[in-house]
């Protein structure tokens, strides 16, 4: 079984540029999630899609931040314009429906903003 | 508001020897308890969760957690490390309803192995 997949793997970028990540979840896997992952932190869940509905996106910065899920499968989740806090690590997990925690991660973007 | 606290930011241990990883949560209600592990330029790999029943939980690779309700803890476990245990460690913590998915991660303990 693929895992799930995401790219770039590394980027970097000049503050005030817009960047795009890709992810394409585990086959059959409804729910899709989001996560940053700042430097000596855990994780941040940014947005929760259900197929491709958002069930929560409460903690992503709307004002530059997007994502969207058009077909229930691939996600892009695009940063414009880009600042130098947003310099992280963007994950992408997917787990088969709404409601259980196995949730499978990808490996990460590593997004660097100077 | 549901929260995660690793005390330990970094912790080395010898090969062999055995190994445990403090976690303590905050969450009003039962909580969903959750260990993963991070290996450098991986995505994350879970480990173990707690969910209810027996509260010492058997993982991969060996490893297991106590949750204990009146210390607000749920301690990682391992009795020899290896070599390749070496990665960083997160604690994570999940509201217990049917729909809610969202985990709070804890800011991760790096452990590192020494030969």
């Known amino acids: 079984e693929a895992g799930v997949a995401q790219s770039p793997r590394y980027k970097i970028i000049e503050k005030r540029q817009s960047v795009a990540f890709w992810c394409n979840p585990i086959?059959?896997?409804?729910?899709l999630y989001w996560y940053q992952q700042i430097l000596g932190q855990g994780p941040k869940l940014l947005i929760q899609f259900q197929n491709n509905g958002v069930v929560d996106d409460s903690q992503l910065p709307k004002d530059r931040f997007s994502a969207e899920r058009l077909k229930g499968v691939d996600s892009t989740l695009k940063i414009q314009p880009a600042k130098l806090e947003d310099s992280a690590v963007y994950l992408c997990a997917s787990s088969f429906r709404q409601g259980t925690y196995e949730q499978y991660f990808g490996p990460g973007t590593r997004l660097t903003v100077t | 508001a549901q929260s995660v606290t690793q005390p330990d930011i970094h912790i080395t241990v010898s090969e062999g020897a055995s190994l445990e990883l403090r976690c303590n949560y905050s969450y009003g209600a039962t909580p969903y308890l959750f260990w993963y592990v991070q290996s450098p330029g991986q995505g994350l790999q879970l480990l173990l969760k707690y969910f209810s029943g027996d509260t010492l939980v058997q993982g991969i690779k060996g490893f297991e957690a106590e949750f204990k309700r009146s210390q607000s803890s749920f301690n990682l476990r391992k009795p020899s490390v290896h070599w390749s245990d070496a990665a960083e460690y997160f604690c994570?913590?999940?509201?217990?309803?049917?729909?809610?998915?969202?985990?709070?991660f804890g800011t991760g303990t790096r452990l590192q192995v020494t030969l």
């Open positions: 086959s059959g896997h409804a729910t």
């Open positions: 994570a913590v999940g509201p217990y309803t049917g729909t809610a998915s969202k985990l709070t």
